[in-house]
């Protein structure tokens, strides 16, 4: 298996521009989580869907973030605008059966840098 | 709230030495615990899985053990090696209503040295 499956793995923008992150997760993985690294924060979780719906976005910061889950097999993470404070590195995770039974496994991140 | 504690932050180890990484939580209602192993610049990768039922989970040199009741984790490593040199998180995830949330620690980085 390929794993779950990111892109892009680096991404440098500036402020007030759209960025879309994207994820793929395992085959067969019917839940998925959006994590934010930073170094002061640890990992933060901004969205956890199960089956494709999203069930609890109270971790996303701001209106200025969204989050898609179209199909079983792709997700993406939207900010818009972004603001130097949204650098951070960002992991989707997937995980079998119901999310709160299942191991979790790890993209390995998108590392965004907001100028 | 369930919190999470890592101690020490780093631990540096000269290779072929026992270690054991320590977690602690406060609050016992778990449903399972996780560690994970991070590499820099790199994605977390599950090392173990311990259900609230069980005690203990192994793998090749790896053994995590789980306490509830004096709300504990360890990893044990046994013969270190260089390429043991990471960031190491445990993770759990509580009983109740959003047990899918991962509480994560802030982790231990070891450093093996050759």
């Known amino acids: 298996d390929a794993g779950v499956i990111q892109s892009p793995r680096h991404e440098v923008t500036e402020m007030g521009q759209e960025v879309t992150l994207r994820c793929k997760p395992i085959?067969?993985?019917?839940?998925l989580f959006w994590y934010r690294q930073t170094m002061m924060r640890g990992l933060e979780l901004l969205i956890y869907?199960?089956?494709?719906?999203?069930?609890?976005d109270s971790g996303m910061p701001e209106d200025r973030f969204s989050a898609k889950m179209p199909n079983a097999s792709f997700s993406t993470l939207k900010i818009q605008p972004s603001e130097p404070r949204d650098s951070a590195v960002y992991f989707c995770?997937?995980?079998?059966?119901?999310?709160?039974?299942?191991?979790?496994?790890f993209g390995e991140g998108s590392r965004l840098t907001v100028l | 709230k369930q919190e999470v504690t890592q101690i020490p932050a780093a631990l540096s180890v000269p290779e072929g030495e026992n270690l054991v990484l320590n977690c602690s939580f406060t609050?016992?209602?778990?449903?399972?615990l996780q560690w994970f192993r991070q590499d820099p610049g790199k994605g977390l990768t599950s090392l173990l899985l311990?259900?609230?039922?069980?005690r203990e989970q192994t793998s090749g040199r790896l053994n995590a053990s789980l306490d509830k009741s004096s709300g504990r984790s360890t990893l044990y490593i046994a013969a270190s090696q260089p390429g043991d040199s990471a960031t190491y998180l445990c993770?759990?995830?509580?009983?109740?209503?959003?047990?899918?949330?991962?509480?994560f620690g802030k982790g231990t980085l070891l450093t093996v040295n050759p």
């Open positions: 995770a997937s995980s079998p059966l119901r999310g709160d039974t299942g191991e979790l496994f």
């Open positions: 085959s067969g993985h019917n839940s």
């Open positions: 869907f199960n089956n494709n719906v999203p069930i609890d």
């Open positions: 609050d016992s209602a778990i449903y399972n």
């Open positions: 311990i259900q609230s039922s069980q």
């Open positions: 993770a759990l995830r509580s009983s109740g209503g959003s047990n899918y949330k991962l509480t």
